[in-house]
T-cell receptor, first 111, second 115 residues
């Protein structure tokens, strides 16, 4: 698998931006970066994905470095409901597009 | 917003019994998946299903497991003879197309407890 490295935990004040980093230095040129999150005991939730360009949707923004070796998920105004484990995933090697979940980053948003 | 629906939300079964976990994927999705998460551990891929057949499976998905799409809406995971270590959250997911351009939509899961 193309591997990702994320900090195990982060915290953020409510209303502030949460910037979650991810390293994926072995990513191949045609592999996408996906972000999911898992709120306690719920199913994972797709957030956003990108290939080269920065992306934005109603949930978050994704900034991918020019060399594609790292990315940052940005929650512009974090709320208490954004407390979750955030997973950065790249396409598995060998042709499978199936997401492989690591340990992710546990984000705690505090009042 | 369309949802993936899983039933039951909780199931308790005795070791050695068969269980069937049910999922209704999003109606226009074509690819279906089962994952599991043992308490405190990672979300693990079990199997993917497309065009009425398994397309990929992990080493966890042994002969005790099977999947089926018995009609146009349901997607089921059967565990033939449950073991204690099968206790986990089981998540169903679907996606409209199996490539890289789509996120997966996951259900809220079935908590299976084997006693």
């Amino acid at each position: 698998d193309a591997k990702t490295t994320q900090p195990p935990s982060m915290d953020c004040a409510e209303g502030r931006a949460a910037n979650l980093p991810c390293n994926h230095s072995t990513i191949s040129g045609n592999e996408y970066v996906y972000w999911y999150r898992q709120i306690h005991s719920q199913g994972p939730q797709y957030i956003i994905h990108g290939l080269k360009n920065n992306e934005t949707n109603e949930m978050a923004s994704l900034i991918i470095t020019e060399d594609r070796k790292s990315s940052t998920l940005i929650l512009p105004h974090a709320t208490l409901r954004d407390t979750a484990v955030y997973y950065c995933i790249v396409r598995a090697a060998g042709g499978s597009y199936i997401p492989t979940f690591g340990r992710g980053t546990s984000l705690i948003v505090h009042p | 917003e369309p949802e993936v629906t899983q039933t039951p939300s909780h199931q308790v079964t005795q070791m050695g019994q068969e269980v069937i976990l049910r999922c209704v994927p999003i109606s226009n999705h074509l690819y279906f998946y089962w994952y599991r998460q043992i308490l405190g551990q990672k979300v693990e891929f079990l199997v993917s299903f497309y065009n009425n057949e398994i397309s990929e499976k992990s080493e966890i998905f042994d002969d005790q497991f099977s999947v089926e799409r018995p009609d146009g809406s349901n997607f089921t995971l059967k565990i033939r003879s449950t073991k204690l270590e099968d206790s986990a959250m089981y998540f169903c997911a679907s996606t409209p197309e199996g490539g890289r351009g789509y996120g997966y939509t996951f259900g809220s899961g079935t908590r299976l407890t084997v006693v």
